[in-house]
Every structure is written in C-alpha cells, then in structure tokens.
C-alpha cells in the first residue's frame, strides 16, 4: 500500500511570494489533516477534511493560508502572500473510516521564507 | 481544551542504556495516545498508541509506553538503546470527539552514544 505522497519536498521561496502544497492521501482515506512544523516545536493542525468537506480550520490563518479538497482525494494547500514566519515543514497525514484514530503522515514539504 | 508536555527537549543515552521519555498530558476526558518518531528530513512515524484496554502498549522497534490514569502520563520506554534509535520523538493526544486531530508535545530529540 502506498503511503501519503506530498510535493514538492522542498520549496524557497522570497517573502510576499505565494506558494502551493500537494498530497496525496493513503487509496480510500477519508480523512486529510494538514499540520505546520516550526523547527524546534511539535507540528500544529491547520486543517482537517472529511472527504471534500472542512471539519476544521480553526487554526488556519485565513487571510493568506486556503486550502481545498475538491474531490475528496488529493488536497493543496496555498499561502498568499508568504511571510518569514512561514517557514516551516508542512505536513499532510490521513486517516481511514474503519480507524479514524490512527493517522499517517507524508515526507512533508519544507518551505524556507527568505 | 487539551494539551502534551514533554519533559526535556534533548536526552542523550549510551548504547545499550535504557531510554525514558516522559510525556504528560491534559484532556478533560479520556484521550487516545500516540507516540510518533520523526527522522532527519522524514514525517512522522506510528510508534505506539493507546485509545482502550491494557495500559501497557508495545509498539515497534522494541518501543513500549504505559498510559497511567492517575498520573496523567504516558511515557515511552526502551530497554536497550541503538543506534537507530537517534531520532525525535513526539507525544500526542487527541479525542474521537474532537475529530482525532492530534495536539503534539513539543518534542524530544535522542542522542545515542557509542
């Protein structure tokens, strides 16, 4: 079984730049989270999906961070205008119906703000 | 609200040695509990995970932690460190009525030495 794809692995990018993220979750997961890493600290929800549905995004920065799940498989997540703080690994993970409680991750993609 | 607190950010044990990591949580009704490694440049692998039942949980590479109702902890234990074994560690919680989303420590980084 293939795991959680995400691309690209690593992206540097200048400030005020926009960005785009891709996973692709586990074949039949219907659950996509997206977490942001900051170096040194555990990784943060940003979103989670049910299918193409958000459950929730309560921590997403909305005024420069979207994300979209239009056929409830793969997902991208998009910061416009980019700030320093933003850099980060991103990491997606999913989960299926029959064990919601497990979750599994992807490589993540490291994005560097210069 | 929930929340992980790792205790050290850093350990460093010998070849052989025993390994504790220490993790307490808090979470107004009982949570799931994971531990994940995270390898250089990699995301997050499953090591352990309790949602019910035995409170002593074996995972894989020889990891195993007890989820202590009492003491609100959950830490992960090894008895005989390796090499491969030098990685960062995270502990994390979530609710099946929050969603499963998973709120992480922030973090516990291995060393091993010869």
């Known amino acids: 079984e293939a795991g959680v794809a995400q691309s690209p692995r690593y992206k540097i990018i200048e400030k005020r730049q926009s960005v785009a993220f891709w996973c692709n979750p586990i074949s039949g997961h219907a659950t996509l989270y997206w977490y942001q890493q900051i170096l040194g600290q555990g990784p943060k929800l940003l979103i989670q999906f049910q299918n193409n549905g958000v459950v929730d995004d309560s921590q997403l920065p909305k005024d420069r961070f979207s994300a979209e799940r239009l056929k409830g498989v793969d997902s991208t997540l998009k910061i416009q205008p980019a700030k320093l703080e933003d850099s980060a690994v991103y990491l997606c993970?999913?989960?299926?119906?029959?064990?919601?409680?497990?979750?599994?991750f992807g490589p993540g993609t490291r994005l560097t703000v210069l | 609200a929930q929340s992980v607190t790792q205790l050290g950010s850093h350990v460093s044990v010998s070849e052989g040695a025993l390994v504790l990591l220490r993790c307490n949580y808090s979470?107004?009704?009982?949570?799931?509990l994971f531990w994940y490694v995270q390898y250089p440049n990699q995301g997050l692998q499953l090591l352990l995970k309790?949602?019910?039942?035995?409170?002593l949980v074996k995972g894989i590479n020889g990891f195993e932690a007890e989820f202590k109702k009492s003491e609100t902890s959950f830490h992960l234990t090894k008895p005989s460190a390796h090499m491969s074994d030098a990685a960062e560690y995270f502990c994390a919680v979530s609710r099946e009525a929050a969603g499963n989303k998973l709120t992480f420590g922030g973090g516990t980084r291995v060393l091993v030495k010869p």
């Open positions: 309790y949602t019910t039942g035995a409170t």
């Open positions: 993970a999913s989960s299926s119906r029959t064990r919601t409680d497990t979750q599994y």
């Open positions: 979470s107004s009704v009982p949570p799931y």
